[in-house]
């Protein structure tokens, strides 16, 4: 999370809305964001609706995995990393900043 805020004007510059989702509730969010520092939204899957639908939950450790989507404005998945790779958001930032200057 903390990467994508570092890389928050660059993506809103290649007309990116970054957003955040755990499975943790909207209060635990809210808290975990003020102590990070995070400034662009984390939303809420209590329950687990939303990893599930997306085959990303983890019965293991009944949690999600870490994946960063692109998700393009007719609302198809456009780019996607997992676990390891979703750490580093350079190839999201460089995708993102592609498809800015193709348009």
Request: aromatic share 10%.
């Amino acid at each position: 999370m903390q990467n994508f805020q570092q890389n928050l004007e660059k993506l809103e510059a290649a007309d990116t809305q970054v957003l955040g989702v755990s499975m943790d509730s909207t209060f635990s969010n809210r808290a975990w964001a003020e102590q990070i520092k995070i400034t662009f939204p984390l939303l809420s899957d209590w329950g687990g609706e939303t990893v599930r639908k997306y085959g990303i939950y983890s019965p293991k450790y009944k949690a999600a995995r870490r994946v960063n989507y692109v998700i393009d404005k007719k609302g198809k998945v456009a780019e996607m990393q997992v676990d390891n790779e979703a750490i580093d958001p350079t190839k999201i930032v460089t995708f993102c900043e592609r498809r800015t200057h193709k348009q």
